[in-house]
């Protein structure tokens, strides 16, 4: 049974820090990603990470700022956010996808964990 597991996520002042992991258990995907969504709005992608070559994406929201990275040993893909802003606010999911590309379509999901920046 595949699942992601979210964890990391909080209350944080703009300007601060956090990082999010996302734990996958049940296979190995070929690209893994985060999403978000904030009240209102469409889930948008943040960044991605291809599992085997390293290859990166990153929103341009984001860029300079967020850093998306993989612990093959341990089936893990991490979030470092740093310099966050008010409107980094959303829900962040865990993604993964089992073909290459960096296309919005994943097959499967985490739960959501909440980041919330105050200003």
């Known amino acids: 049974q595949v699942q992601l597991v979210e964890s990391g996520g909080g209350l944080v002042q703009a300007g601060g820090s956090l990082r999010l992991s996302c734990a996958a258990s049940?296979?190995?995907?070929?690209?893994m990603g985060w999403f978000r969504q904030a009240p209102g709005k469409e889930r948008e992608i943040v960044a991605g990470?291809?599992?085997?070559?390293?290859?990166?994406y990153y929103a341009n929201s984001v860029k300079g700022r967020f850093t998306i990275s993989r612990d093959n040993a341990k089936n893990t893909v991490y979030l470092q956010m740093n310099s966050l802003k008010p409107e980094d606010t959303a829900v962040y999911y865990c993604?993964?996808?089992?073909?290459?590309?960096?296309?919005?379509?994943?097959?499967?999901w985490g739960q959501g964990t909440q980041v919330t920046v105050s200003s």
């Open positions: 049940g296979r190995t995907f070929t690209i």
């Open positions: 993604a993964a996808r089992t073909t290459p590309g960096w296309g919005l379509e994943y097959d499967y």
């Open positions: 990470i291809s599992w085997n070559g390293g290859g990166t």
